[in-house]
């Protein structure tokens, strides 16, 4: 089993739940990691506010504080080598690199920010949330994404969007017109009782 270990940015907690507003993601990390030494994973976890010794006598991670700063925290290693700093991992991510069959990637690669904040923006429009997306747009804005690429995730959301709503007025459709030919209807000469 490979070891897994967390290097957190200064916190009073590792489950984010001793702050008047409770962190989901530290909540999330902290039940993965469980989870994890659940099934014979080695995790260590370390927060900058009270193992500073783990951060002084770790190579890596010193190396890393020395040249991108103290806001390169979290970082996660397995085995030693880095997979993931800025961010804790997903589920997905901590599963595949605790299941020894499969090769540790170096996922900062796979989805950074930009396309983070894309997706984001895309999944607002589809899901019709007009908050979600001023908070995906501010994100995007600070992160300098040119407005070309947010048009362009705002116009596949929007397709996301009127496929799902024609797939339900298809649906819709095929059922009244069943219900048309039956002679019946909702407040029809059947009786439905839905009115």
């Not at 020395?66 to 290693?77: C, D, K, R």
């Not at 997706?119 to 804005?141: K, T």
């Amino acid at each position: 089993m490979p070891v897994l270990e967390i290097y957190d940015p200064a916190l009073c907690c590792s489950t984010g739940v001793c702050v008047p507003s409770v962190d989901p993601e530290l909540s999330r990390m902290a039940a993965d990691l469980d989870r994890l030494k659940k099934q014979g994973v080695e995790v260590r976890r370390y927060n900058l506010a009270r193992d500073i010794n783990a951060f002084a006598t770790n190579a890596v991670i010193k190396g890393l504080l020395e040249t991108e700063g103290p806001q390169v925290l979290p970082v996660t290693l397995v085995d030693g080598q880095v997979v993931k700093k800025n961010k804790y991992p997903s589920t997905m991510e901590l599963e595949a690199w605790a299941s020894p069959s499969k090769e540790v990637i170096q996922s900062d690669n796979l989805v950074d920010d930009t396309v983070r904040v894309l997706i984001a923006l895309g999944a607002a429009i589809a899901a019709n949330c007009g908050p979600c997306f001023r908070s995906h747009f501010n994100e995007a804005r600070k992160l300098g994404i040119p407005v070309q690429d947010m048009v362009e995730a705002v116009e596949i959301g929007d397709n996301v969007r009127r496929a799902a709503g024609n797939s339900v007025i298809d649906v819709a459709e095929r059922f009244l017109i069943q219900e048309k030919q039956s002679g019946g209807g909702c407040c029809g000469s059947k009786g439905g009782g839905c009115c």
